[in-house]
C-alpha cells in the first residue's frame, strides 16, 4: 500500500502541493495541506496548460510569453501573471518554460497520452 501511494504523489501536483504546504502554510499539517491544496491545484493545472499551449504553438526549446498564453484562451491576463506568481513562489529554481519541457518529455515518454498521472522528475524542495 504505501508503495502505492508513493508512486502517485510523485506528480507535478503532488509535488507542487507539498511545496505549497511549506511555502504558504505554517508546516506540513494536514490542515496546512487542506488550506493550500485548491491553489496549488491551479499551480498544477497552470503548469499543465502551459505546456498543452507550449506544444500548441509549436515552441520547441523557445519561450512561450505570458501574453501568447494568455490570448490561447485558457486564462486572462491577470490570472496569467497571478499564477505566474504563485508558481514562481513555489518553483523560484524552475523556468516556466523548463517546466512546461519537462512536463512535454514525460507526457511524450509514456505509452498512453490519455494517462494524466504523468510523473516528472523534479527536484525536491530542501528545508
Do not use: C
Not at 518554460?97 to 523534479?122: F, H, I, P, T
Request: proline residues 4%; charged residues 25%.
Amino acid at each position: 500500500m504505501m508503495r502505492h501511494m508513493a508512486v502517485r504523489t510523485d506528480t507535478v501536483l503532488g509535488h507542487t502541493i507539498v511545496r505549497a504546504a511549506l511555502t504558504w502554510g505554517n508546516g506540513t499539517g494536514t490542515w496546512d495541506v487542506v488550506k493550500v491544496t485548491p491553489r496549488a491545484a491551479r499551480v498544477a493545472a497552470f503548469i499543465g496548460m502551459w505546456a498543452a499551449t507550449m506544444r500548441d504553438e509549436g515552441v520547441g526549446d523557445g519561450e512561450l510569453s505570458p501574453e501568447v498564453y494568455a490570448k490561447s484562451g485558457y486564462e486572462s491576463r491577470p490570472s496569467t501573471y497571478r499564477r505566474l506568481h504563485d508558481y514562481g513562489e513555489l518553483w523560484p529554481e524552475i523556468d516556466i518554460n523548463e517546466m512546461g519541457r519537462l512536463v512535454l518529455a514525460a507526457a511524450d515518454s509514456r505509452q498512453s497520452k490519455l494517462d494524466l498521472n504523468v510523473r516528472v522528475k523534479l527536484p525536491v524542495l530542501a528545508a
